[in-house]
């Protein structure tokens, strides 16, 4: 079992930043891919960013690409996302998710963290 446990969520005006963070325990946390998720109002869940165990391959989603940036220490056993120029459309939960990367791209999630809300107004 791994735990996850999100932070850094909050209100901010388009335009601004924030950064979220989402720490691990359980098993080993560079057995695992990990990744950010959200979920805004009436969509279904999405892949925003990814980063290999060792962070060798990471990806972002073309609608944050240039503004969000996805990291991971793997002695901390955390991963954090700074999200810059943050959109109204942005506007979601947030969830942290430790899994596999699939051969034909994207991350199969296995644990997921409770969420955090982030909320961008115009």
């Known amino acids: 079992q791994v735990q996850l446990v999100e932070s850094g969520g909050g209100l901010v005006q388009a335009g601004g930043s924030l950064r979220l963070s989402c720490v691990a325990s359980?098993?080993?946390?560079?057995?695992?891919?990990m990744g950010w998720f959200r979920e805004a109002p009436g969509l279904e869940r999405e892949l925003v960013a990814y980063?290999?165990?060792?962070?060798?391959?990471?990806y972002h989603a073309d609608a944050v690409q240039g503004r969000f940036t996805i990291a991971r220490d793997n002695s901390k056993s955390t991963v954090s996302m700074e999200m810059n120029s943050l959109r109204p459309e942005d506007t979601a939960v947030y969830y942290c998710?430790?899994?596999?990367?699939?051969?034909?791209?994207?991350?199969?999630?296995?644990?997921w963290g409770q969420g955090t809300q982030v909320i961008v107004s115009s």
């Open positions: 359980g098993r080993t946390f560079s057995d695992y891919a």
């Open positions: 998710a430790a899994g596999y990367l699939g051969e034909s791209g994207g991350l199969s999630a296995v644990y």
């Open positions: 980063i290999s165990r060792r962070g060798g391959k990471i």
